[in-house]
């Protein structure tokens, strides 16, 4: 999280700001989020937190509610993919 700013400050510097600004703005929100969704203690903060990330598509915003705040909506997810991978 801390050299995403420091890149960015880094390509200003050398004039390649509007390469980088762009993605590199992107992926610091969505690090931003992910630190504030899973360090939140109530789901209403993290509903709030996921829905005012409006820079993130909903689905990347959608995705990392249910992984912080509904965990439990995954578990068949994630079994039958266990179970996959056991028999690959």
Known sequence: LAELPELLRNAQQAGQLDAVQKPLNER?????LIRDIFSATRVG???????SASKLRWTVRTRLLVY???????WPWFGLKRMLKKRA
């Open 28 to 32: 610091l929100a969505r690090e931003v």
């Open 45 to 51: 903060e993290k509903v709030s937190l996921a829905i």
């Open 68 to 74: 912080a705040a509904f965990p439990w909506l995954l």
